[in-house]
C-alpha cells in the first residue's frame, strides 16, 4: 500500500524561511512524478511546484524564485524549502503521487507576525 506523510508545517514570520518533508512507502521516488498542492478554505486545492521522474521541475508563478522543490532518493523523501514566505502562503500544504492521485494528510503553514 503506497502512504505519504508530509511534516515541517508550523508557525512563521513573514519573511521566514521553513522546509516541508514528504516521506514515501510502498512507492520509488527516484523514478516517480510528485508534487505539492496547497489550499485555502474556500479556494480550489492548486499546484505549488512539481518535480518529475527526469528531475525536471515546474512552479506556480507567485512562488517562482523563493520556493524550491528536490528529491533524497536515498531517503524516499522529497522537499519544498520555502523563502521569503509571505502571508499569502498561508495554507495546508499537500504532497501528491502524481498520476496515481495519491495524497499525504497535509500540513499547516501559517505566515503571520
Known amino acids: 500500500q503506497v502512504q505519504l506523510v508530509e511534516s515541517g508545517g508550523g508557525l512563521v514570520q513573514p519573511g521566514g524561511s521553513l522546509t516541508l518533508s514528504c516521506t514515501g512507502s510502498?512507492?520509488?521516488?527516484?523514478?516517480?512524478?510528485l508534487g505539492w498542492y496547497r489550499q485555502v478554505p474556500g479556494k480550489e486545492r492548486e499546484l505549488v511546484a512539481r518535480?518529475?521522474?527526469?528531475?525536471?521541475?515546474t512552479y506556480e508563478d507567485s512562488v517562482k524564485g523563493r520556493f524550491s522543490i528536490s528529491r533524497d532518493n536515498a531517503k524516499n523523501t522529497m522537499y519544498l524549502q520555502m523563502h521569503n514566505l509571505k502571508p499569502e502562503d498561508t495554507a495546508v500544504y499537500y504532497c501528491?503521487?502524481?498520476?496515481?492521485?495519491?495524497w499525504g494528510q497535509g500540513t499547516l503553514v501559517t505566515v503571520s507576525s
Open positions: 510502498g512507492v520509488d521516488f527516484s523514478s516517480s512524478a
Open positions: 518535480i518529475r521522474g527526469s528531475g525536471s521541475t
Open positions: 501528491r503521487l502524481e498520476y496515481h492521485d495519491v
